[in-house]
């Protein structure tokens, strides 16, 4: 029995055991007991069919695994430089656990409130930078010159105080070079066995990005995939983690092995893109980028996850790369992990529909309808622009630390739209509007027990809010059950697509920072909605027992 396996098995008996009698609360004056946060958690095993595989493939398993694994180490010392002191001074099993879960001491689904006696509270800016750095100083810093802005501001740097106690940037090959390393010589170990000439030229240029920092030819290496069996999305990738601008990416990795047959139903979804941008319901300022053509969709089993995609709730689709040029020129790859996917919505999704959903819209929670809304989510973040219509920078350097959860929003909202779109349109001819409006409120109460620490948590919110705001659902108060109004749900989805969409092209800061702060919280009346969720042992998310130990010749 694995570490995480043995927690639960404390949590499963109830704080029985001595160990779970000491665990510290989660918070100051009371509050949930560390084998009450492992209880959040389900436990899945994460395998994949490796029948479909060549048997060199299958030696690159565990060789992308072990560069995988250099991730971990890059990821705590990006969120938590003293993870071995902490883990030291913890004498429970539990407590140990929930660490190595969250990356640290805070709790990501109790919007990072510390879970250990001490510790403080988390520094915005993680281990990005200083600790005594102020916003306004970093602004002067990197206002200096153009040469200072662009360091200061990278994905690929951290900030640091120089000799004089100025700021600094410090490039991540150069600060984690040892985990980098090793990571890239395990992915060339892989390229050396890899027959796919697409895999092959991408993991000989993401090796060379781990020791150079320069990533964006990797990113059109991977982009030019198209016949691999096997993958891996590995690097400094999302800037979630960095609360205080959202300019430093935090390492991580996937392990992937593609469906070829859901992947095939995929396919013809990604030549739509450009008339889904024309349609969008904005003004053509807002929609005069065009999508790259190269985009496309893919199914894939993961078998291993690491450091920022392993922390607290997990990911269940992708969409990459993030880099905006790489994005107008070959568009992006979604990625839809369906084994994952599917353990969410066997072991979460149904489990809320039956608790929240009206008895007579109930059997509208499906999973072709969760994997649609999950997939056209990944669409989304195609559509609208990447710059603002001022032609003056970025989306996300204009919205800084609230383009991450404004993002999230419009890929939900704009996926929807999408759907209702294509299926008036003929293009989705199997598809019952009626299961993907129930499945995305159904989805909504899932993803907003992320908590605030989450930017799929924060954008929830909001979205909730707003919906319920123009009636596109009700809540019986006999019943605590919710039903879709299913035109006010339509109309409702159309108009904050287009707000949202406004708000990215303005690149409008001060006008997302106070939708956010006034729709992103959870009101008294939906808390105890969810609370019900908890008292009936509805796990929030999943945690995985992955590795070469799991995986088989099948299933």
């Known amino acids: 029995m694995g570490a995480w396996a043995a927690a639960l098995a404390v949590a499963s008996m109830g704080c029985q055991g001595s160990e779970a009698r000491d665990a510290p609360v989660g918070q100051a004056g009371g509050g949930p007991t560390i084998a009450e946060k492992l209880a959040r958690y389900t436990l899945v095993r994460l395998t994949a069919d490796l029948s479909g595989l060549s048997e060199r493939e299958r030696r690159m398993i565990p060789l992308l695994i072990q560069a995988a694994q250099e991730m971990d180490t890059i990821y705590w010392q990006q969120v938590y430089p003293r993870r071995d002191s902490l883990l030291a001074a913890v004498a429970d099993t539990g407590t140990r656990a929930y660490i190595r879960l969250n990356y640290g001491p805070w709790d990501r689904l109790d919007g990072n409130a510390a879970f250990v006696p001490g510790v403080g509270s988390r520094p915005d800016g993680a281990a990005f930078y200083p600790g005594d750095m102020t916003k306004e100083e970093f602004e002067s810093a990197a206002n200096a010159s153009a040469e200072a802005g662009t360091s200061l501001r990278s994905l690929y740097t951290l900030v ?81 983690d960095d609360a205080l601008f959202g300019y430093k990416a935090a390492h991580e990795a996937y392990v992937l092995i593609k469906d070829r047959q859901w992947s095939e139903r995929l396919a013809r979804y990604a030549t739509l893109l450009p008339a889904l941008q024309r349609g969008l319901p904005v003004p053509a300022a807002y929609k005069r980028e065009k999508p790259g053509t190269d985009s496309d969709l893919n199914a894939y089993d993961a078998v291993y996850y690491a450091g920022q995609a392993n922390a607290g709730s997990k990911t269940i689709a992708i969409n990459l790369p993030n880099d905006e040029q790489v994005q107008l020129k070959k568009g992006t790859r979604r990625l839809q992990l369906k084994n994952a996917m599917q353990a969410k919505f066997d072991r979460i999704l149904t489990p809320i529909g039956d608790e929240l959903i009206a008895d007579d819209q109930r059997s509208h929670v499906s999973f072709d309808a969760f994997f649609a809304n999950v997939m056209f989510h990944e669409v989304a973040h195609g559509l609208g622009v990447k710059n603002v219509v001022t032609g003056k920078g970025t989306v996300r350097d204009a919205l800084k630390e609230q383009s991450g959860a404004l993002e999230e929003g419009k890929a939900d909202i704009l996926g929807l739209y999408m759907i209702t779109r294509l299926r008036q ?25 992320f908590g605030a620490a989450s930017a799929h948590g924060r954008a929830n919110a909001a979205e909730l809010s707003y919906l319920q705001e123009r009636g596109a659902f009700v809540r019986d108060s006999a019943s605590g059950k919710y039903r879709v109004n299913f035109p006010r749900m339509q109309a409702a989805v159309d108009s904050m697509a287009g707000l949202i969409l406004r708000y990215q092209g303005d690149g409008d800061y001060p006008g997302v920072t106070r939708f956010m702060a006034e729709r992103a919280a959870i009101p008294a009346g939906l808390q105890r909605d969810l609370d019900r969720l908890a008292s009936k042992g509805i796990p929030v998310d999943i945690v995985f027992e992955q590795g070469v130990d799991v995986l088989g010749a099948g299933k």
Do not use: C
């Open 160 to 240: 640091r105080r120089d000799s004089a106690g100025g700021l600094a940037a410090l490039p991540y090959h150069q600060a984690f070079a040892e985990p980098s390393r090793r990571a890239a010589g395990k992915l060339r170990e892989a390229e050396a066995l890899a027959d796919d000439p697409g895999l092959k030229r991408y993991l000989e240029v993401r090796a060379r990005a781990l020791e150079t920092d320069e990533y964006q030819p990797s990113d059109l290496a991977w982009m030019d995939m198209k016949t691999n069996g096997v993958d891996i999305v590995i690097g400094p990738i999302e800037t979630y």
């Open 425 to 449: 349109q003929g293009e989705l001819p199997d598809a019952d509007l009626d299961d993907n409006y129930v499945t995305f409120l159904a989805g909504i109460f899932r993803s907003i027990r």
